[in-house]
């Protein structure tokens, strides 16, 4: 089994170590406080493989299900939890756009926070997929384009730190997860196409 960090996550990892090996000699203390920093950043930001359960819809993001009806699926993700994102079907990236906001906890308000917004068309028409940011969260990494052709359980993007997903079904899909589920990004399949 390979380990792989998501993309753009070094400097993270980096940091923490550099400056443990720097104070090391003024203060172990402090070393091992910042090695420990490094181990959760390296944890955190763990981008491991994943294969979808079985045909369907897969979730864009780990986490809780928070909500979930007919139409929108949100999902929030802790800090223990795998935050790259996947897309759910395969697609054409139509649109992506960001809006700020505020940084309050993502399972409260999620759409008054900063978010990025990214239209993909399907098959069976457009959907769309929402990352949230979240208290500690101050920037939304989106990996994709208009334009851009994607895979059921392709890596798109990222949210550091506590952040949510709010995803919709495309026409065509029934809505299979429940409130309070846990799932997990390009395996758990969350909406079957209706037979």
């Known amino acids: 089994m390979s380990f792989r960090l998501a993309p753009g996550s070094m400097p993270w990892v980096a940091a923490p170590f550099a400056a443990s090996l720097l104070v090391y000699s003024l203060s172990r203390a ?3 406080i910042l090695l420990l920093v490094t181990a959760f950043m390296i944890h955190f930001h763990r981008d491991p493989e994943r294969f979808p359960e079985g045909d369907g819809m897969v979730s864009p993001a780990d986490g809780r ?15 223990m939890d795998v935050h790259v994102n996947r897309s759910p079907l395969d697609g054409v990236v139509r649109s992506v756009e960001f809006r700020s906001g505020e940084h309050s906890p993502a399972f409260r308000h999620p759409l008054r926070n900063a978010h990025s917004i990214i239209e993909i ?28 052709r994607l895979r059921r359980g ?28 846990h799932v997990r990004a390009g395996q758990t399949v969350i909406a079957e196409l209706r037979g």
């Open 65 to 79: 299900v928070v909500d979930a009806d007919e139409k929108h699926i949100y999902i929030f993700m802790g800090p």
């Open 154 to 181: 392709q890596r798109i993007g990222m949210i550091r730190f506590g952040s949510g997903v709010v995803v919709t079904a495309p026409p065509g899909y029934r809505i299979t997860v429940r409130k309070g589920e």
């Open 121 to 148: 068309e399907t098959e069976t028409g457009r959907f769309t997929l929402k990352q949230i940011s979240g208290m500690a969260a101050r920037r939304v990494v989106c990996w994709v384009s208009p334009g851009d």
């Open 30 to 32: 402090l070393s091992l």
